[in-house]
Each structure stands twice: as structure tokens, then as C-alpha cells.
């Protein structure tokens, strides 16, 4: 059935699903697969827990392709990729995607692959709650050694204060939990701002904006270029409302801010439906108008802005122009303030 992976010397990406799993064991002789398996450059595995153990041990002989540059694995799959990396380093991984571990353990193992992937640029864990894990303390430190090079982090707001400090990340993807307070807000981002360079990029899901939510970023992380805010509690009236001259005067610490977007994540659940308009209050062609003029003021380098599900305005020269979600401009006035 396999029969034709072994004339494949030209294969680069593999992607695995639970069906194929389960017989690889008995129908691939590895030995035979292994001179194939040196051009591997992508492997993705997507299983579930209850495939069986001979199946994954198989299948994670694939992964000793040392031209590997990206690797996706699923939370079952993780502990015998893991287990490979004792003979084998990976000096060509620089994307590795992952569940975040259920247990405490999962990280130490975790921090040991890594420690044999010396050029990770970029990591991602999908967060989830964890039974051990009570409060963002509990959640181990990587060894000063590990993800030297890690420039990105994606993953949930509580890993990426331990992982972030003393290296060299310019870009953070992260998750707030709603379970958490604003003291942990606020620790986890003073951790971020230890990032050994200067961090450019902070995205958050936030389940709703506190009133100093912006402040607490701005005054935590002041170096951002880019910063983006998706709120994931959409669907309660006034939860997303905000004082736009308030909250604006809030961003005035962020002197080097490019990019700035506030508005509601999509519920994939409810289909390809527009999320509702989080800040009605300037949705209006001219309150936009007036918060524009007030973030150029603030902010010389600014080039992009997008609030709510209306709100889209790109700097083109000594112009803003705004465009509708259809991208057909509407309106544009200069930085002087003409329209």
C-alpha cells in the first residue's frame, strides 16, 4: 500500500492522519524509507488519543529527517517525537506546532526536544486549560540554553511569560483567559517586555476590554509597532463599548506604532456571519473621521487602523483613505485634517 513512498526523493511535505497511522508499522520497512525521508521538509501529524501506541511509535520514525523545517504534531504524537530527539538534533526546524501540554511534564518535555532544535525561530501552542496548571507560576521556565534564536511566539498569554524573557522575540500571538485578573494581565506583559530585543508585535484575544486595558500595554510594552486586539466575548450587547477619546489617550506611550486594530474575533460556530459592531459610537463616517485625527496626532508613524467590524483606514502619503470591507474607498482627507 506504501509501496510508492520509497521512490519518492523528491518529497518534501508530509501531512498524517489517524486511518494511514494505524498499519505503518506493519507495511513501511524504515530502512528502506529513510534515504527519502532526508528531503522531508514539512511533517504534520493530526491524532486523536485513542490511536494506538505501536502506530505512533511508527510513525514517529519519520521524523528523523534531519532537512525537517517545520513540524505540526498533535498532543498524543508529541511524546514520541519528543523521545527521538536523544540520538538526533534538528538544525534545520524552525517552525514547531503543538496542543499545549495537558500536564506539567508535557513542558520539561517539550524544553528537551527543543533543546536538540538549536535554530527555532517560531513556536505555537494552542492554548487549553490545563488540570495541573492553576496559576501562570506553576508553568516551568525553559533553560537559559533553550530557543536561543525563537522570534515568535504563539500560544497562550501565561506560557508566553515564561517562555518570552531573555530571548530574542519580536512577535507575540497570545490568548488571555477570562479566569484571570488584571494583576496577572499586567505581570504576564511586564514579562514580555523582558524579551532580550525590542518586542515589535503583540496580538491578544481578550475575552472583553477592561478601562485600562490599553493603558496597561502601553506603559508595559512601549516599544510595539503593532498592536492588535480581538475581543472573543462578541455576543453580549455593550460588552465591547468604550470611550474613544479616553481609551485613545491611553495608546500616546506607543510613540512607534504602525499598526493598531481593535475589534471582534469571528464565532466560527455561527458561520461566515459578521460579528456585531463592537463600538457603535464611532462607526459613523464622521466619528471616524475624528478618531482618525486624533491617532495622527498621536502617532506620526502610524499607517494602518482598524476598529470594529467598519472602521479600516490605510495611510497612502499625507492621506488616509477608508475603505469599506468590500475594499472600495469611501472618504479621505489629508494629515492636515481636509477632507
Not at 41 to 49: D, E, Q, T
Not at 302 to 322: A, C
Amino acid at each position: 500500500m506504501y509501496e510508492h513512498l520509497y521512490s519518492l526523493q523528491q518529497l518534501e511535505y508530509v501531512e498524517f492522519a489517524r486511518p494511514p497511522i494505524i498499519l505503518l508499522e506493519e507495511s513501511l520497512d524504515f530502512d528502506r524509507l529513510k534515504a527519502a525521508a532526508l528531503r522531508l521538509k514539512a511533517i504534520s501529524v493530526s491524532l486523536g488519543a485513542t490511536d494506538n501506541v505501536p502506530g505512533l511509535s511508527a510513525c514517529a520514525k519519520l521524523f528523523l529527517s534531519p532537512s525537517l523545517e517545520e513540524l505540526s504534531t498533535s498532543s498524543s504524537m508529541a511524546p514520541f517525537i519528543h523521545a527521538l530527539t536523544n540520538p538526533k538534533t534538528f538544525d534545520q526546524l524552525r517552525y514547531y506546532e503543538a496542543i499545549e501540554p495537558l500536564a506539567l511534564a508535557g513542558f520539561t518535555e517539550f524544553y528537551a526536544f527543543a533543546a536538540h532544535c538549536p535554530n527555532l525561530t517560531s513556536i505555537k501552542f494552542r492554548p487549553r486549560i490545563t488540570a495541573e496548571i492553576n496559576q501562570p507560576d506553576d508553568i516551568p521556565s525553559p533553560p537559559a540554553n533553550v530557543l536561543t534564536k525563537l522570534r515568535c511566539f504563539d500560544g497562550s498569554l501565561q506560557l508566553a511569560a515564561r517562555i518570552v524573557p531573555g530571548r530574542p522575540v519580536e512577535k507575540v500571538i497570545a490568548a488571555f483567559p477570562f479566569f484571570h485578573g488584571e494583576v496577572a494581565f499586567e505581570a504576564s506583559l511586564k514579562r514580555l517586555s523582558e524579551s532580550s530585543r525590542r518586542l515589535r508585535a503583540l496580538n491578544l484575544a481578550i475575552r472583553y476590554l477592561e478601562d485600562d486595558y490599553l493603558s496597561i500595554i502601553s506603559r508595559t510594552v512601549p516599544s510595539l509597532e503593532e498592536l492588535e486586539i480581538s475581543l472573543y466575548l462578541n455576543l453580549v450587547p455593550g460588552v465591547g463599548k468604550i470611550e474613544t477619546r479616553l481609551h485613545f489617550d491611553q495608546l500616546k506611550p506607543l510613540s512607534r506604532l504602525r499598526v493598531f486594530a481593535l475589534k471582534n474575533l469571528q464565532d466560527a460556530s455561527f458561520g461566515p456571519t459578521v460579528a456585531p459592531e463592537p463600538f457603535p459610537e464611532i462607526a459613523q463616517g464622521p466619528a471616524q473621521i475624528s478618531a482618525m485625527k486624533e491617532l495622527s496626532k498621536n502617532h506620526q508613524h502610524l499607517e494602518y487602523v482598524e476598529i470594529g467590524q467598519t472602521v479600516r483606514w490605510y495611510r497612502e502619503h499625507d492621506f488616509w483613505i477608508w475603505r469599506s470591507p468590500s475594499e472600495s474607498a469611501v472618504v479621505h482627507f489629508d494629515l492636515a485634517g481636509s477632507e
